[in-house]
């Protein structure tokens, strides 16, 4: 009799992450089928990915165009991808034609120049706007997206200021056809000592955005909480947890999104 195939690391710690997302959603009173987890595999291999897809998960997230359009086409098409990476307008049509599959783009914010050393003319048209214009044109159905709102205040981070949100929201379900809001995003701080404050603070722009826009709070999720405080982010109300190096392992140096 052949020896049992052993489990691949991912695979393992994979459900490892999912046991504890169970827990905390129970101790919070919620379903854990209230949590998604999209399973973050930036700088690793399609092989790895594999491994959690074979384990029974559908959902995975990159941030950067390049790795996606990469990876998709190497794994299955029920794949429900979600980008979360800072989107640049040039970078667009490539992940819209690139991956039929995809899913959400977590990280919609407000009017930015992705390079600021070029402060005159460059990238003033709202991304939301131009996602909007591309999803038209190359004839996919509306696509979902969260809103990125930087609830730290640091300069380093995207998003809109939670001051901005409700506009920002507005803007996108008024006047964006071809996109679907479908809730918040937020990255917590690096040193995560304000990560209750800045779980908070979305959950704040939630029920501000609900009550303007007259948008029941179970149609808007919140997209907070990665591999170091997934566990709190849930307790917090999150519906939607990033999780990278605590299944895939720690992540290769960061690539240039060419």
Known sequence: MSAPAVEGSAAAAFRSVLTRVHQAAER????????RVVAVSKTKPASLLR?????GHRCFGENYVQEIVEKAPQLPVD??????????????????AGVPNLHMIESVDDVKDNFPERKVGFLQTK????????????????LKVLVQVNTSGEESKFGVDPSGCVNLVRHVKLGCPNLIFSGLMTIGMLDYSSTPENFKTLSNCRAEVCKELEIPEEQCELSMGMSA???????MGSTNVRIGSTIFGVRESKKKDE
């Open 28 to 35: 919070s009173g919620r379903s854990p089928e209230q949590v």
């Open 51 to 55: 491994q959690v897809y074979d384990a």
């Open 79 to 96: 794949i429900e991808w979600h980008f979360i990476g800072n989107l640049q307008r040039n970078k667009v049509k490539s992940l819209l």
């Open 127 to 142: 991304i939301a706007n131009h996602v909007d214009r591309v999803v038209a044109s190359l004839g996919r159905k509306p």
């Open 229 to 235: 405080d997934f566990e709190q982010a849930i307790e």
